[in-house]
């Protein structure tokens, strides 16, 4: 079985600030990590996954995460915050490449001027 | 990138009747579709994997005569929620997997009310 645990359910940054969220995983196979955004009202949208190559994964809109497996975690981050990251973010697990994902419970980000 | 269409976006029912969400693969073949609810303010819940031609498997504690899910063509997979009630109110969102690309898509969600 998959799970990810999401440390912290809501994160507040300054615009210009690094984001980091972070995302653990426990998986009794090699897994396949996600994350998602979620804006309000709407479905998801695929930032970036890691499917055992590189580990380190580089995503749309400037956002990366690396696979670490000694630590069970795959922690997403930006450099640079922007106004427009505001929205909620999900780390998800697989087992297998195209199947159904555990998703964790979401971090809401807050970016602040 | 490949498109996950959902229809409707929004319903308002009223308690007791029943609601049809489609979910469509708009430029892939998807043997395989999933189902997921979404409480507000809470995570995705998979409520079903959906396979063409075939009986779609419930995740435990979901009422597949509540739920009913019907995957007849490679592009179209249904959700029906039979005899909604208030507690049936959520985001229903959809996912199709690509048969050539092994990965999944998203589809926008829809909303339902039942008043």
């Known amino acids: 079985a998959q799970s990810v645990t999401q440390l912290g359910s809501h994160v507040s940054v300054s615009e210009g600030a690094l984001v980091l969220l972070r995302c653990n995983y426990s998986?009794?196979?090699?897994?396949?990590l996600f994350w998602y955004v979620q804006y309000p009202n709407q479905g998801l949208q695929l930032l970036l996954k890691?499917?055992?190559?590189?580990?380190l994964v580089k995503g749309i809109n400037g956002f990366e995460a690396e696979f670490k497996k000694s630590e069970t975690s795959f922690h997403l981050t930006k450099p640079s915050a922007h106004m427009s990251d505001a929205a909620e973010y999900f780390c998800?697990?697989?087992?297998?490449?195209?199947?159904?994902?555990?998703f964790g419970k979401g971090t809401s980000l807050l970016v602040t001027p | 990138g490949a498109v996950v269409s959902q229809h409707p976006s929004w319903v308002i029912c009223k308690s007791g009747t029943s609601v049809k969400i489609e979910c469509r693969s708009l430029?892939?073949?998807?043997?395989?579709m999933f189902w997921y609810r979404q409480f507000p303010k809470q995570s995705l819940m998979l409520m079903a994997t959906?396979?063409?031609?075939?009986?779609?498997?419930?995740e435990q504690g979901v009422e597949k005569d509540k739920f009913l899910i019907n995957h007849a063509s490679l592009t179209l997979s249904t959700l029906t929620v039979t005899s909604a009630h208030p507690e049936d109110s959520s985001f229903y969102i959809c996912?199709?997997?690509?048969?050539?690309?092994?990965?999944?898509?998203f589809g926008p969600g829809t909303r339902l009310t039942v008043l």
């Open positions: 996912s199709a997997r690509d048969n050539t690309a092994d990965t999944q898509y």
């Open positions: 998986s009794s196979v090699p897994p396949y």
């Open positions: 890691y499917t055992s190559a590189a580990t």
């Open positions: 998800a697990v697989s087992g297998t490449s195209g199947y159904a994902l555990n």
């Open positions: 430029d892939f073949q998807a043997t395989t």
């Open positions: 959906s396979n063409e031609g075939s009986k779609a498997t419930y």
